[in-house]
C-alpha cells in the first residue's frame, strides 16, 4: 500500500523536530533515517534535505553520526506542529517505538552456538530487566540448521517465547 507523502522540506523540518522531541533522546543518523524510512511518509531526498539545513540552523546537532534536538528544534516542533495532520504523527510514532522496541528485544535475547561432539547446541536466552524468563538450548546436526534456528529466534524473540509459553500452558494430556 502507498501511503501519503509530506511533500514540503518546512513539512519534513517540523516533523524531523517532532520526531526528535517525542522520542526524548540522541539517535543515530542511520536510526534516525531508518525511523523515517519505515514510516513511509517522508521522501528521503526531503529528509536528506532538511536534516542538512536543521544542522546548519542549529535546530539539531550532529556529533560523531549522533543526531540531537536542539532548544531551537524544540520550539519549533511546539509551535509549527499542529501545521502537520495527525495522520503523519502517529506513523512516525508508529516506526519509531517500533524500531525502538525492536532494538530492545534483541538486547533481551542471548542466543548462541557452540559445537559438540554430536553436532550442534543452540542455546537461547530470552531475558527481562533483571532476570531470564526462559532459557533453552535445542540440538541441530549441522552448522546451517544451527544457525537457521538461532536466526528464527532473533527474528522475533518475543513471539518464540509466547510460542513456548502457549505451548506449556495449553499442552494436554491425551486419554
Same mark, same amino acid.
Given at each position: /500500500? ?6 514540503? $522540506?518546512?513539512? @519534513? ?6 520526531? =526528535?522531541?517525542? !522520542? $526524548? ?5 542511520? &536510526? ?18 532538511? =536534516?542538512?539545513? &536543521? ?8 556529533? +560523531? *553520526? @549522533? !543526531?540531537?534536538?536542539?532548544?531551537? *528544534? %524544540? ?16 506513523? =512516525?510514532? %508508529?516506526? $519509531? ?5 525492536? !532494538?530492545? !528485544? ?7 552456538? /557452540?559445537?559438540?561432539?554430536? *553436532? ?8 527481562? @530487566?533483571?532476570? +531470564? &524468563? /526462559? ?15 538461532? $536466526?528464527?529466534? &532473533? ?21
Amino acid at each position: /500500500m502507498i501511503y501519503p507523502e509530506i511533500d514540503s $522540506a518546512f513539512h @519534513v523540518k517540523i516533523m524531523l523536530c517532532f520526531i =526528535l522531541d517525542k !522520542i $526524548a533522546r540522541p539517535v543515530s543518523e542511520d &536510526l534516525l533515517h531508518e525511523i523515517i524510512d519505515k514510516s513511509e511518509v517522508i521522501n528521503y531526498f526531503y529528509y536528506a534535505e532538511s =536534516l542538512e539545513e &536543521l544542522i546548519k540552523n542549529e535546530a539539531v546537532s550532529k556529533t +560523531d *553520526g @549522533v !543526531i540531537s534536538l536542539n532548544e531551537k *528544534g %524544540k520550539l519549533s516542533s511546539d509551535y509549527f506542529n499542529s501545521y502537520i495532520p495527525k495522520y503523519f504523527h502517529s506513523r =512516525l510514532l %508508529k516506526s $519509531a517505538y517500533s524500531l525502538f522496541s525492536k !532494538i530492545a !528485544i534483541e538486547n533481551e535475547t542471548d542466543v548462541s552456538i /557452540m559445537q559438540t561432539q554430536n *553436532g550442534y547446541e543452540v542455546s537461547a536466552a530470552v531475558k527481562d @530487566v533483571s532476570f +531470564d &524468563l /526462559m532459557r533453552m538450548s535445542f540440538y541441530a546436526p549441522d552448522k546451517s540448521q544451527a544457525d537457521l534456528i538461532k $536466526a528464527k529466534i &532473533l527474528k522475533n524473540p518475543t513471539m518464540f517465547y509466547q510460542k513456548v509459553i502457549e505451548y506449556l500452558l495449553e499442552n494436554k494430556e491425551e486419554y
